[in-house]
T-cell receptor
Framework: DVKVTQSSRYLVKRTGEKVFLECVQD?????MFWYRQDPGLGLRLIYF???????EKGDIPEGYSVSREKKERFSLILESASTNQTSMYLCASSPPGTSGGEQYFGPGTRLTVT | AQSVTQPDIHITVSEGASLELRCNYS??????LFWYVQSPGQGLQLLLK??????LVQGIKGFEAEFKRSQSSFNLRKPSVHWSDAAEYFC????????????FGTGTRLLVSP
């Protein structure tokens, strides 16, 4: 079974802190994604990566950056956390190209910024 | 622009009754279509997917969905709902060629009454 793990299930940070959310997948997938999930808004894509050291902006990249130094690991960085970044963050991975597009999700990190 | 509409924010169904969750999409070509389920506090799990061929697809946990091209719909159904089906359900679309970036609907929360 594909396994996508996220470093924390719950996280509380203060405004202005630098926050790292880590995601690791064990299926050798090329593609990895970061979403945020908010009530009534569904999942919105923040950033994605289709290869090591490659990254692309999603629909809502402002205030975020990412890092992918190894194939299995994709990190989301909040350079200076703000209260409007309080949300559930979901990481996902998928195999490459047209093999189906099915994404496998981690359990999520619920981040609260106070 | 690509979009997915799930018109029902909440649905309440009695245990043992049938279920239909609606999904309509706007896409330039025939897309790949997915239904995901999210149990409380969990990540998303794939229920089923449509790529091509038979327009009625079977998924896990007794769910099925029907692709209707003329209506741009991909509704999810289950003949008899169990209390454990209470969760949030997301419809998603993606391209049938190229990079698999998915667009998600805003979700439908299913409540199951005894």
């Amino acid at each position: 079974d594909v396994k996508v793990t996220q470093s924390s299930r719950y996280l509380v940070k203060r405004t202005g802190e630098k926050v790292f959310l880590e995601c690791v997948q064990d299926m050798d997938h090329e593609n990895m994604f970061w979403y945020r999930q908010d009530p009534g808004l569904g999942l919105r894509l923040i950033y994605f990566s289709y290869d090591v050291k490659m990254k692309e902006k999603g629909d809502i990249p402002e205030g975020y950056s990412v890092s992918r130094e190894k194939k299995e690991r994709f990190s989301l960085i909040l350079e200076s956390a703000s209260t409007n970044q309080t949300s559930m963050y979901l990481c996902a991975s998928s195999p490459p190209g047209t093999s189906g597009g099915e994404q496998y999700f981690g359990p999520g990190t619920r981040l609260t910024v106070t | 622009a690509q979009s997915v509409t799930q018109p029902d924010i909440h649905i309440t169904v009695s245990e043992g009754a049938s279920l239909e969750l609606r999904c309509n999409y706007s896409y330039g070509a025939t897309p790949y279509l997915f239904w995901y389920v999210q149990s409380p506090g969990q990540g998303l799990q794939l229920l089923l997917k449509y790529f091509s061929g038979d327009t009625l697809v079977q998924g896990i946990k007794g769910f099925e969905a029907e692709f209707k091209r003329s209506q741009s719909s991909f509704n999810l159904r289950k003949p008899s709902v169990h209390w454990s089906d209470a969760a949030e359900y997301f419809c998603a679309v993606g391209p049938n060629t190229g990079f698999q970036k998915l667009v998600f609907g805003t979700g439908t929360r299913l409540l199951v009454s005894p």
